[in-house]
């Protein structure tokens, strides 16, 4: 019997699978990731189980307006700040029948201090967990370093999305590099469409340079670096229009209401720059999220913390292959080299306007960009994330029932390593 066929067969063998995550109808970009990544799994394997244990901020229960998503068999959802339900959110997985655990971990999703709490979960466990790491800080506190480094230490696989992320976990966490995967942040498959058919849909006029921004809106995303450039970009350009497309994060509006955005609206009136930006202030579905896409000539993406190991939103711009320009953070190191996006300076808008000037200027330089960054997309579409993740899933708890070596260095083969996750890099 071929590997290929053995594969097959493995794949297709029904497995119970346990999300641990924010998950849908809540709003953010956890939860959207989760989702997509069960999808896929599902898709990659038809006959998997799926159960999610939903973490909602306790204020945003009573908020809910829609059930969860259908795609799941199961839902137990538990307030990030009460305890004593992570205990029984662990206890419900077992009654279950899971067999194995995908933790998503993200600062600021689990309660306790630094999301403590999720340790209470995972150490109640009697099946193998899968920890993908969403964030991985270079100078975390001690707080934060101790409660990333025990959820590695009882994870029997750690995810790690990019390559840069691999170094921090190894030498800031004492992460066994021999225990880490890594496996790119998933992207959908956008619909062709034209510039001119896009922007006709979003009533912008076909021959304005179109900047797009979008995301949850927050302090931290740089937005205010963009908009100086784009004061120096309206020099030259005196037509270009910069899209903020995204609602305010969901924290920040419980925090500070909409005081962040209105800001960002007050500075756009100093800076004089009312004709050349525009908010939209909405939570973006797929379909208006892949038009914002097509109409744009360059995507921004003026994240000032440079120490960001992912980026979703910028994910997405390359599998639609946009021109990027972004400031220089880990992630946007790794994938816009070479050739797929300029990096500018960050805290320096000039280095910004700079860089989208290059773009605007040069249709061959803009096409060069969109052909390398979707070609380097395609790498990431959800339909080859979750074969991946489907297979180290399967392994994992294969693993876990026979105590294999051989199946577990075949899992390490047909999941990734640390060393190389995709052809395009």
């Known amino acids: 019997m071929s ?36 999808g896929a799994i599902r898709q990659a394997n038809p006959a998997v189980r799926i159960a999610v244990v939903a973490v909602d901020p306790g204020w945003e229960r009573w908020e809910r307006q829609a059930p969860y998503p259908a795609g799941v068999d199961e ?35 689990f309660g306790g201090v630094r999301g403590s709490y999720i340790l209470d979960l995972v150490e109640a466990l009697r099946v193998p967990v899968v920890s993908t790491l969403h964030t991985v800080l270079r100078f975390p506190d001690p707080p934060q370093r101790d409660v990333l480094a025990r959820l590695a230490a009882r994870s ?29 942040h998933g992207t959908p498959v956008f619909a062709p469409r034209s510039r001119e058919r896009a922007r006709a849909a979003l009533e912008v006029e076909p021959d ?67 004709d050349h930006v525009r908010f939209i202030d909405r939570y973006l579905d797929l379909e208006e999220l892949g038009l914002l896409l097509a109409a744009a ?24 292959g946009k021109a990027v320009v ?3 953070f880990r992630y946007a190191r ?44 395609q790498s990431l579409r959800w339909e080859l994330v979750g074969v991946r993740y489907m297979r180290l899933l399967q392994w994992v708890a294969q693993e876990a029932a026979s105590d294999s070596p051989a199946r577990r260095w075949a899992g390490v083969a047909l999941a990734g390593t640390a060393a190389s996750w995709s052809a395009g890099t």
């Not at 999305?161 to 225990?179: F, I, K, M, T, W």
């Not at 809106?217 to 908009?227: M, S, V, W, Y």
Request: proline share 6%; net charge positive; hydrophobic share 40%.
């Open 3 to 38: 590997r290929h066929v053995q594969l097959r067969r493995t794949l297709s063998t029904p497995l119970r699978v346990g999300f641990v995550s924010s998950f849908p109808p809540r709003r953010c970009g956890i939860a959207s990731f989760t989702a997509d990544l069960a």
């Open 297 to 320: 000539d360059v995507y921004v993406t003026p994240y000032p913390n440079l120490e960001q190991v992912v980026s979703g939103t910028l994910s997405y711009a390359l599998a639609a």
């Open 208 to 274: 304005r340079p179109v900047l797009l921004t979008y995301g949850l809106i927050g302090p931290g995303k740089g937005i205010e670096q963009a908009l100086a450039a784009v004061r120096e970009v309206a020099r030259r350009h005196p037509r270009v229009l910069y899209l903020v497309a995204g609602q305010t994060h969901p924290n920040v509006r419980r925090s500070m209401g909409e005081a962040y955005r209105e800001h960002l609206q007050n500075l756009v009136l100093d800076l004089g720059l009312q």
């Open 156 to 184: 029997r696989w750690v995810v790690a999305q990019a390559r840069s992320a691999v170094e921090l976990l190894v030498r800031v966490y004492g992460v066994d590099p021999g225990r880490m995967v890594v496996i790119p």
């Open 75 to 109: 839902v137990f959802a538990i307030e990030a700040e009460q305890r004593e339900q992570y205990w029984q959110a662990a206890q419900w997985l077992a009654r279950w029948g899971c067999q194995v655990v995908s933790v998503q971990h993200e600062y600021g999703l």
């Open 326 to 328: 972004s400031t220089p």
């Open 334 to 377: 790794e994938v816009l080299g070479p050739g797929r996006g300029l990096l500018c300076q960050a805290g320096d808008p000039s280095s910004m306007a700079r860089e989208i000037l290059r773009v605007l200027d040069s249709p061959e330089l803009r096409r060069s960009l969109e052909h390398r960054a979707w070609s380097f997309g």
